[in-house]
């Protein structure tokens, strides 16, 4: 009934474009299902546009926070911007790894 939330998604750069970090956020998808969540959402740093297509490529969708609400942001360098995403879950869906 309620909301996950991915944290952080990080592969070591010499295990990058075989597919773990897809592979991660299906069980992380996976674990959301079986915890009863509707959705999952994260927050992706606007600098790596490759985090994007790869969370979009998975069904996430970027979400406009509204200006002046309250919503939690990642504590990170003030500089920092992100796009929050978010997808929501079938619960009878199986996840897609390949």
């Excluded at 991915?6 to 750069?13: D, L, P």
């Amino acid at each position: 009934t309620g909301i996950a939330y991915i944290s952080n998604v990080a592969v070591r750069e010499k295990f990058r474009q075989k597919g773990i970090a897809k592979l991660l956020v299906a069980k992380a998808e996976s674990q959301a299902r079986n915890w009863g969540c509707r959705s999952i959402a994260l927050h992706c740093d606007l600098r790596n546009p490759a985090a994007t297509k790869l969370y979009q490529g998975q069904g996430f969708k970027s979400i406009k926070v509204p200006d002046g609400a309250n919503w939690p942001q990642p504590k990170t360098s003030p500089d920092v911007k992100f796009n929050f995403m978010m997808k929501l879950l079938n619960k009878s869906a199986v996840s897609k790894t390949n």
